[in-house]
């Protein structure tokens, strides 16, 4: 079935260090990853994407890695500050072209001074 | 541009009652998706509308429906409300083509079903 879960629902970091949060799916055909930052109050933020014929693409400050072999995504955050408390979720697009997304559980990342 | 609008902020409804959200999507966008994300749940998809048509459904009873309007804006209906279905009632507009995957969300419709 379609699925996308995360390995962790809270992270600390100190600022100022990078922050990894991870994703697992479950539907080898997915075509397409997207991350998403939610803050209280919003509705998700993109935040950075990536197609599955790659396996890694960089934003400002933002990594997201790809291994189609295990399933599994990442999101790098470098140099972590303090707006980018939030809680961020994985999604992907199952079926190539199918406007939906399966999203994750989220990830609650706190930023400490 | 301004992005994706979706009223009311927030309502408060009794059992049973019946309740319409709307969301105006980005200019020029024709796509029009809809979420409904609690703590337990989740993000989970409602459906999505194309041009005036229902392009995908997820997997909610029939009390959730919805319509897309000639200029994109949609409607998403709940009917006989339950407790359950308390939660924040996201919209995402894109422009619908199979490339371009740039989904934008509202800020959301808060449902209290009391």
Same mark, same amino acid.
């Given at each position: 079935?379609?699925? =996308?879960?995360?390995?962790?629902?809270?992270?600390? =970091?100190?600022?100022?260090?990078? *922050?990894?949060?991870?994703?697992?799916? *479950?539907?080898?055909?997915?075509?397409?990853?997207?991350?998403?930052?939610?803050? *209280?109050?919003?509705?998700?933020?993109?935040?950075?994407?990536?197609?599955?014929?790659?396996?890694? &693409?960089?934003?400002? &400050?933002?990594?997201?890695?790809?291994?189609?072999?295990?399933?599994?995504?990442?999101?790098?955050?470098?140099?972590?500050?303090?707006?980018?408390?939030?809680?961020?979720?994985?999604?992907?697009?199952?079926?190539?072209?199918?406007?939906?997304?399966?999203?994750?559980?989220?990830?609650?990342?706190?930023?400490?001074? | 541009?301004?992005?994706?609008?979706?009223?009311?902020?927030?309502?408060?409804?009794?059992?049973?009652?019946?309740?319409?959200?709307?969301?105006?999507?980005?200019?020029?966008?024709?796509?029009?998706?809809?979420?409904?994300?609690?703590?337990?749940?989740?993000?989970?998809?409602? /459906?999505?509308?194309? %041009?005036?048509?229902?392009?995908?459904?997820?997997?909610?009873?029939?009390?959730?429906?919805?319509?897309? /309007?000639?200029?994109?804006? %949609?409607?998403?209906?709940?009917?006989?409300?339950?407790?359950?279905?308390?939660?924040?009632?996201?919209?995402?507009? %894109?422009?619908?083509?199979?490339?371009?995957?740039?989904?934008?969300?509202? %800020?959301?419709?808060?449902?209290?079903?009391?």
């Amino acid at each position: 079935g379609e699925s =996308v879960g995360l390995h962790l629902p809270t992270l600390s =970091v100190q600022e100022g260090d990078n *922050s990894i949060i991870n994703c697992a799916y *479950s539907n080898s055909a997915s075509d397409y990853f997207i991350w998403y930052k939610q803050e *209280s109050g919003k509705g998700p933020q993109f935040i950075i994407d990536i197609r599955s014929n790659m396996d890694k &693409r960089q934003g400002q &400050r933002v990594t997201v890695l790809l291994n189609k072999t295990v399933k599994h995504l990442s999101l790098q955050i470098a140099a972590t500050q303090p707006g980018d408390s939030a809680v961020y979720f994985c999604a992907e697009t199952p079926i190539q072209g199918a406007q939906k997304l399966v999203f994750g559980q989220g990830t609650r990342l706190t930023i400490n001074p | 541009k301004a992005g994706v609008t979706q009223t009311p902020r927030y309502l408060i409804k009794t059992r049973g009652q019946q309740v319409t959200l709307s969301c105006s999507p980005i200019s020029g966008h024709r796509s029009v998706s809809w979420y409904q994300q609690t703590p337990g749940q989740g993000l989970q998809f409602l /459906f999505e509308y194309f %041009s005036e048509t229902q392009r995908n459904k997820g997997n909610f009873p029939g009390r959730f429906s919805g319509r897309q /309007f000639s200029n994109s804006r %949609s409607e998403m209906n709940v009917s006989t409300l339950e407790l359950g279905d308390s939660a924040l009632y996201l919209c995402a507009s %894109s422009s619908g083509q199979n490339s371009n995957y740039g989904y934008t969300f509202g %800020s959301g419709t808060r449902l209290t079903v009391v």
